[in-house]
């Protein structure tokens, strides 16, 4: 009997391990949780029942890929007018780089505006607001404390992880009252219900606001 027990436990061994060859390596992923169909694996998609998803085996039709693509740019809308939104009693404020930010693999750039009272500092990652390749001159602050502000631009390249940037110098037409140190931009917030209107001009198209920084 005791010569046997060896042998009786290699044939358990060996139905164990049987019975997990046979255990489809895909199954796992049947009960994933998900948002999305990139969430799970390869012929698997992603299907939504009272806000639970689940990954399951299938394939999006060409409605459903229409639909999901169109979700997908609903939300995207969504998140950039949220991005827009001004708070209740606060203000914009927009920032004009002339003659413009160029967005390349190598450029940098950022607009820091401080709150002359409580020395809070908000930022403007110029790179991240022009998609690749594209270019833009004003930037805007979409909801800030009411107050002064003490506004700086930054620009320049960066090489291997190294960033070298410069602060820019206020444009030529800024007044030495609204700019300090040649490079700081007096400006003042006020609540977006008390904001002039935009100057517009003969054609009723608003007119683009004066350079605040000019890029030598």
Known sequence: M?????FAVFALCLAACGNGSKEDPASKFLKASCKSDDACAEGFVCQITD????????????????????????????KEAAKRETKPGEGRLEARICPLFKNTPE????LIAKHVE?????????AREVPDGSWQDVFTFW???VG??????????QVRGRAEVVKL???????????K???TRLMEVVPLDKMPPPEMDKEGKPVKKACDWIVE
Do not use: F, W
Not at 2 to 6: E, Q, S, T, W
Not at 51 to 73: I, W, Y
């Open 2 to 6: 005791a010569r046997m027990l060896p």
């Open 51 to 78: 806000g639970n998803g689940t990954c399951v085996k299938g394939e999006r039709s060409k409605a459903d890929q229409a639909a999901k693509a169109k979700a997908e740019a609903e939300e995207r809308a969504r």
């Open 107 to 110: 450029a940098i750039g950022t």
């Open 118 to 126: 409580t020395g809070k500092e908000t930022y403007i990652h110029l």
């Open 143 to 145: 909801s800030l404390p």
């Open 148 to 157: 002064q502000y003490e506004v700086t631009a930054t620009y320049g390249i």
């Open 169 to 179: 110098k206020c444009h030529e037409k800024v007044k030495k009252a609204e700019c």
């Open 181 to 183: 140190d040649e490079v």
